[in-house]
């Protein structure tokens, strides 16, 4: 269900599980949508968009068939994959991620932001926002079962996105629906999950989702934002502790 002026979920057929496929057509109508994709600019190739998102070249091909069935984008051989989509005129645009003071900036800013929505989400849920995002908790570890644990950013998303919901704010849920997307490579490479142990790293980020939850579940609105800003700023940590960031060698 569509709430307020947020997007579409994934497409998957009602009451079918989104496969990989889903996931991965998903994440990059989102990039097209926010410009990170622009419109008539090649996509990646299929090797850069399977090590992208950490899935084989069949669940890459059948995403990219979904969006060319969708009219978002076009192949043409020798060619590659073209962008037929962009931003609308006048719509909502962040600056994209290029440098490492970038992705600080970003982390301020969201930190700032989301621990006023979920200060919001807890003066204002209803039951039905509470399940949203009960729901957005399971996600991350339905993608690490599949094998591809940085789709487990955009799981991350959903449950940003169900809180931001809970304001009954569209502005909010706009906002949080636009903000620039740290997945895999980029002109700045920031990997958010351990290779090493991505089940540690989700388990982690699912239980600072459930401190947030329970802030929120408690009506409890101080609780909810220092929760949030909390865990914003362990993400923040984690990008230049555990993974230090870096210009990428191949700019998208």
Same mark, same amino acid.
């Given at each position: 269900?569509?709430?307020?002026?947020?997007?579409?979920?994934?497409?998957?057929?009602?009451?079918?599980?989104?496969?990989?496929?889903?996931?991965?057509?998903?994440?990059?109508?989102?990039?097209?949508?926010?410009?990170?994709?622009?419109?008539?600019?090649?996509?990646?190739?299929?090797?850069?968009?399977?090590?992208?998102?950490?899935?084989?070249?069949?669940?890459?091909?059948?995403?990219?068939?979904?969006?060319?069935?969708?009219?978002?984008?076009?192949?043409?051989?020798?060619?590659?994959?073209?962008?037929?989509?962009?931003?609308?005129?006048?719509?909502?645009?962040?600056?994209?991620?290029?440098?490492?003071?970038?992705?600080?900036?970003?982390?301020?800013?969201?930190?700032?932001?989301?621990?006023?929505?979920?200060?919001? @989400?807890?003066? &204002?849920?209803?039951? #039905? *926002?509470?399940?949203?995002?009960? /729901? $957005?908790?399971? =996600?991350? +570890?339905?993608?690490?079962?599949?094998?591809?644990?940085?789709?487990?950013?955009?799981?991350?998303?959903?449950?940003?996105?169900?809180?931001?919901?809970?304001?009954?704010?569209?502005?909010?849920?706009?906002?949080?629906?636009?903000?620039?997307?740290?997945?895999?490579?980029?002109?700045?490479?920031?990997?958010?999950?351990?290779?090493?142990?991505?089940?540690?790293?989700?388990?982690?980020?699912? @239980?600072?989702? &459930?401190?947030?939850? #329970? *802030?929120?579940?408690?009506?409890? /609105? $101080?609780?909810? =934002?220092? +929760?949030?800003?909390?865990?914003?700023?362990?993400?923040?940590?984690?990008?230049?502790?555990?993974?230090?960031?870096?210009?990428?060698?191949?700019?998208?």
């Amino acid at each position: 269900m569509t709430r307020g002026n947020a997007l579409p979920d994934v497409p998957a057929a009602e009451g079918r599980p989104a496969s990989l496929a889903d996931r991965v057509e998903e994440q990059i109508r989102r990039l097209i949508d926010r410009g990170e994709f622009p419109r008539d600019v090649r996509l990646p190739t299929e090797f850069e968009l399977c090590r992208r998102f950490s899935v084989s070249r069949p669940i890459v091909r059948t995403a990219l068939q979904k969006l060319r069935e969708a009219g978002y984008v076009s192949s043409l051989k020798g060619s590659g994959t073209m962008v037929l989509r962009g931003p609308d005129p006048g719509g909502l645009r962040f600056p994209l991620i290029r440098t490492i003071a970038d992705v600080e900036q970003f982390f301020e800013y969201r930190a700032a932001l989301e621990g006023e929505i979920a200060r919001l @989400a807890a003066l &204002r849920r209803t039951p #039905e *926002a509470l399940d949203e995002i009960e /729901a $957005a908790l399971v =996600e991350p +570890e339905q993608v690490l079962l599949l094998g591809a644990p940085e789709l487990a950013r955009d799981a991350n998303f959903r449950f940003h996105r169900a809180v931001a919901r809970a304001t009954g704010n569209a502005f909010h849920v706009a906002t949080i629906e636009q903000l620039p997307n740290l997945i895999g490579l980029g002109p700045v490479e920031v990997r958010n999950f351990d290779e090493r142990d991505p089940a540690a790293r989700i388990a982690r980020i699912n @239980a600072e989702h &459930r401190s947030i939850l #329970e *802030a929120i579940h408690a009506r409890d /609105a $101080a609780r909810a =934002e220092a +929760e949030m800003q909390a865990h914003i700023n362990a993400a923040r940590q984690h990008v230049y502790q555990r993974h230090p960031a870096h210009i990428a060698d191949e700019q998208v």
